[in-house]
């Protein structure tokens, strides 16, 4: 069965930094998400991403984050200057055209800021 | 705004038994889906069951089902023959049927033990 792939797994980056997130969603599907869960928290959606643009945002998504479909296969979420509180699981997620259709989602990045 | 509410942290069962998790949800929209997700410790998010909320008859996938009160806004999920693999998280999510590609709007989680 088609899987939607992030890589990688953990990622460790200092403060002030910039990280990139990537995610290869599952082959035919158009709409595009990120989502972020920070530790014991619930899953929190950030952005989606349809017809190679931002279809919606949420209040967390600032001008710190960016999404980016780069080549026809990878989807990225790009974090400038990351903070503390930015250390948390992102999820990408994907989903095909018809209504009905759940998202499926990647195992996740989780991201560290130290 | 939607909320999604699961009023119960967490839960427990003895393996073999029944369990029931609860959840429900606010909204103005008429059309809309449901969603069940759980999350094992490897923290991936694996989709269990959906629910439309036209359709009348609830959601079966093998041991779990759904108990959907669409007046009541009460979308409970009902795990059958529990066993230990079930342990997890499991959140129960929202999205409006209006927009194709609409977000997940997700509840606090549940998080289930199985007791051998």
């Known amino acids: 069965e088609p899987e939607v792939t992030q890589t990688p797994s953990h990622q460790v980056t200092q403060m002030g930094q910039e990280v990139i997130l990537r995610c290869v969603p599952i082959?035919?599907?158009?709409?595009f998400y990120w989502y972020r869960q920070i530790l014991g928290q619930k899953v929190e959606f950030l952005v989606s991403?349809?017809?190679?643009?931002?279809?919606?945002k949420s209040e967390i998504f600032d001008d710190q984050f960016s999404v980016e479909r780069p080549d026809g296969s990878n989807f990225t979420l790009k974090i400038r200057s990351t903070k503390l509180e930015d250390s948390a699981m992102y999820f990408c997620?994907?989903?095909?055209?018809?209504?009905?259709?759940?998202?499926?989602f990647g195992d996740g990045t989780r991201l560290s800021i130290l | 705004a939607q909320t999604v509410t699961q009023s119960q942290p967490e839960m427990s069962v003895q393996e073999a038994e029944t369990v029931t998790l609860s959840c429900t949800y606010d909204?103005?929209?008429?059309?809309?889906?449901l969603f069940w997700y759980k999350q094992p410790p490897s923290r991936q998010m694996i989709l269990v069951i959906r629910q439309e909320a036209y359709k009348q008859q609830n959601a079966t996938e093998n041991r779990f089902s759904v108990n959907f009160q669409k007046a009541a806004k009460s979308f409970s999920l009902k795990i059958s023959d529990s066993q230990l693999g079930d342990a997890a998280m499991y959140f129960c999510a929202y999205r409006r049927q209006r927009t194709s590609g609409s977000r997940l709007t997700f509840g606090e989680g549940t998080q289930l033990t199985v007791n051998p």
């Open positions: 082959s035919n599907h158009l709409y």
């Open positions: 991403f349809y017809n190679n643009e931002i279809s919606e």
């Open positions: 909204t103005s929209e008429s059309d809309y889906y």
């Open positions: 997620a994907s989903k095909s055209q018809p209504s009905n259709q759940p998202q499926h």
